[in-house]
């Protein structure tokens, strides 16, 4: 794998210490600001609203410069971001800091996935993409407990500080490793607009939006869910995040290993186990240890499902595949939100910590609903559903060669 994905995976890393390390502290945060758990969750929501909105705008925006040059420029919006959640005197102002952040992240993930798998031989890319995902699962298993530990014992704006200077290592990397790629001729926004226009871009779309909100119902509220129903101390929650962590890198590389082999079926096996695995939750969350073993479970069946579906969006979306790439981030992004908007829902009800557990069955199971329709409207054309529209002949022959 060449060592630009490196610097993919370390920018990749701060990210995804900062996405989700404020689960682990949800409880510290509320307490600070007086206000309730649920509503400490817009944290997540409103971050995760950001990813959704930003991917796209940050992605348009930067289509006038090279990729290399916004991957730098969205590291840097990223810095600024948990700087401000660091510094913030108000609940407001630290909702504010988060969305800033989040504007880089669908964008940066979205430009590197397409970077990654431009780096690498056709039947590779998933493992390309999955490498560079590699840093936002070892976050963790690292950055997330780390982050965690520092901010129960010396304050939770300590971890946003760190989280910034990881920004600051992130940005060195990719300045320094990352080459100066080329955009590929004859491809436009509107080339990159024309790739929604294919159901099959659509619903791969919909399965991540589904398919990983499953994942976030239940661990958006691991904290409260741990220690006021497993019986944790609060102390536990770190290595707890841990196991999610390790179980995030596992179903990750197995993932990206897998889809460059036989994509729809890992979809399959992975949205399937992950919808069984979260209904049992329910149950199992009542015991110390058959609780952490699935957590470890979700977190490795809910990524195992990140690199095929990145990778699907990229087959789909053929030729001109940056923008799709970056808002299939956001849907990642809208699935957390939506799936910690109605976690906070089922609780807020009075049905209990667990309740999340029952929606991100749900949820999944729906994501596999839609693999299975996606296939099968696949099969009934006979081939892979890739259009490129717009443009001169000669242009989409091009893109669809690309």
């Excluded at 290399?68 to 609940?91: E, H, Q, T």
């Excluded at 049905?351 to 839609?370: D, H, I, K």
């Amino acid at each position: 794998m060449p060592l630009a994905l490196l610097a993919l995976a370390i920018g990749a890393f701060g990210i995804g210490t900062t996405e989700f390390v404020i689960m682990g502290l949800l409880p510290e945060v509320a307490g600070d600001y007086g206000v309730s758990i649920p509503t400490a969750g817009y944290l997540v929501t409103g971050y995760a609203l950001g990813v959704m909105f930003g991917a796209p705008l940050m992605t348009v925006l930067g289509t006038k410069i090279s990729r290399k040059r916004m991957l730098m420029l969205l590291m840097g919006l990223f810095i600024v971001g948990n700087l401000l959640s660091a510094l913030a005197p108000a609940f407001s102002v630290m909702l504010i800091g988060r969305i800033v952040a989040s504007l880089a992240h669908g964008a940066f993930f979205g430009i590197g996935s397409v970077v990654a798998a431009d780096l690498v031989a056709p039947d590779k890319k998933a493992g390309a993409i999955a490498m560079m995902f590699t840093g936002l699962t070892v976050a963790n298993v690292v950055g997330v407990p780390l982050g965690t530990l520092v901010g129960q014992s010396v304050g939770w704006r300590v971890t946003f500080a760190i989280v910034a200077a990881l920004g600051v290592v992130g940005l060195g990397g990719i300045a320094r490793l990352v080459p100066d790629m080329p955009k590929a001729e004859g491809v436009r926004l509107r080339h990159e607009l024309a790739a929604f226009k294919n159901v099959q871009v659509l619903l791969a779309m919909a399965m991540t939006v589904l398919g990983f909100g499953g994942v976030f119902a239940a661990i958006t509220y691991i904290a409260p869910m741990m220690t006021h129903v497993a019986g944790f101390a609060d102390g536990s929650v770190t290595w707890l995040l841990v196991l999610f962590g390790v179980g995030m890198v596992g179903g990750n590389l197995v993932g990206g290993k897998f889809a460059d082999r036989a994509l729809m079926p890992m979809l399959y096996v992975s949205l399937g186990a992950l919808a069984v695995v979260l209904a049992l939750f329910t149950f199992t969350a009542h015991h110390k240890l058959l609780s952490a073993i699935t957590i470890a479970l979700i977190g490795a069946l809910g990524f195992a499902t990140v690199p095929p579906l990145q990778k699907r969006v990229l087959d789909q979306a053929h030729g001109a595949p940056t923008l799709a790439s970056a808002v299939n981030i956001g849907a990642f992004n809208l699935g957390n939100a939506l799936s910690a908007w109605l976690g906070g829902l089922v609780i807020a009800a009075g049905l209990g910590y667990t309740a999340p557990n029952w929606v991100g069955a749900a949820l999944a199971a729906g994501a596999l609903a839609l693999a299975l329709l996606s296939a099968a409207l696949e099969r009934r054309t006979g081939e892979p559903s890739i259009v490129v529209t717009g443009g001169t002949p000669a242009e989409q022959r091009a893109a669809v060669h690309h």
